[in-house]
């Protein structure tokens, strides 16, 4: 087997590799795109909710 076909096997395999690892980490994200987690990691107020005195910024 040439040595050029052993690469391009190789990178084949990590470039595959690499697009399903993606894709993975796009899966396991879905849900918070689609606004469907329950965390809020953006540290504000959700749509539709109003602030509590506990929640509020020092004035």
Known sequence: MNPW????????????????LIFGYFLRDLPGMLGRDEQ??????REGEEMT???????
């Open 5 to 20: 076909d052993v690469f391009t096997w190789l990178m084949s395999a990590t470039l595959g590799g690499s697009a399903l």
């Open 53 to 59: 005195d506990d929640e509020a910024p020092p004035r």
């Open 40 to 45: 809020d990691t953006s540290g504000g107020v």
